[in-house]
């Protein structure tokens, strides 16, 4: 008896052991889930950047809204000739009224005066060796007004073959699908400080490690431009990583302060973006 004993004991720690070394390891990769807010930040920029210099060059305000930035229309005349593109240089290097450091060039398209009443004006807007604050933004943006519903200007914004490319070289990729909508700051188009956004979507995209996610947003993140130059406040989304349990990503109530809480199969971490 006691040999059965002490070997049923040794058999249940051998087994014990075999399953322990097939557990997974830690589950606890954030890298999809940064790269995603950096890919949203991007798409909000760049709606940011065409929104207001085509409301002012577009609409014959002719209102820089950063110094030594170049604009030009092409063709400029007829005023009413339609499509137009818009080339929107920051040359070598502009400190931007956001805070933000921007060099190369955005290009748009307009197929229409651009006004936010209608839902019939289109811009497709790509880069030209376009870096803010140091980071590549390269890709397709196609941007559609919606129109005003309950006195709120709404777009969206279809983003294709988009990639950042970082200062260490690495690289995280894009698709997404986002409707923004206005929500103040509209009524002072050259003064971009008040503005603030609600920003809801999906996105399909590869993280800086080569890694795929998808990821949703399931309460509309909230973008607001005096907060350290422009950043989210507010909302929450959820990312499924290539091979990884779901994280479910909140931004807080408004605090200015890029912080966001991730949690992973109940376990919450924060994180800096």
């Known amino acids: ?46 709606f940011t950047i065409v ?54 060039k955005i290009i748009a398209t307009l197929n229409e005066r651009w006004s936010f009443d209608s839902n019939s004006i289109t811009a497709d807007v790509t880069t030209n060796n376009f870096f803010e604050n140091n980071v590549q933004i390269i ?14 200007p ?15 070289s690495k690289n995280c990729q894009w698709h997404s699908t986002n409707t923004i909508n206005w929500l103040s700051g509209f009524e002072t188009i050259n003064d971009i400080s008040d503005d603030v956004f609600l920003f809801s979507g999906i996105n399909v995209g590869v993280n800086c490690n080569e890694k795929g996610y998808e990821s949703n947003i399931t309460s509309s993140l909230k973008f607001e431009n005096s907060c350290q130059n422009g950043t989210i406040t507010q909302g929450k989304f959820e990312l499924i990583p290539q091979d990884l349990s779901k994280r479910i990503i909140d931004f807080g109530n408004g605090v200015c302060d890029r912080k966001a809480t991730v949690t992973i199969n109940g376990v919450t971490v924060n994180v800096d973006f």
Do not use: H
């Open 51 to 104: 929104n207001n210099y085509a409301d002012s060059y577009i609409s014959e305000k002719g209102n820089n809204i950063d110094s030594n930035v170049i604009v030009s229309i092409s063709p400029l005349y007829p005023l009413d000739s339609f499509p137009k593109t818009m080339i929107i240089d920051y040359c070598n290097g502009v400190n931007c009224a956001d805070g933000k450091t921007r060099k190369g």
């Open 139 to 152: 890709g397709y943006f196609a941007i559609t007004c919606n129109g005003i519903d309950d006195s709120i």
């Open 154 to 168: 709404s777009f969206t914004i279809i983003t294709s073959d988009a990639k950042l490319i970082f200062e260490n």
């Open 1 to 46: 008896m006691k040999k059965i004993a002490i070997f049923l004991i040794l058999f249940s720690l051998v087994l014990q052991f075999s399953c322990k070394k097939d557990l997974p390891v830690a589950d606890s990769d954030t890298q999809s889930v940064i790269d995603n807010i950096s890919a949203d930040c991007a798409v909000q920029s760049i």
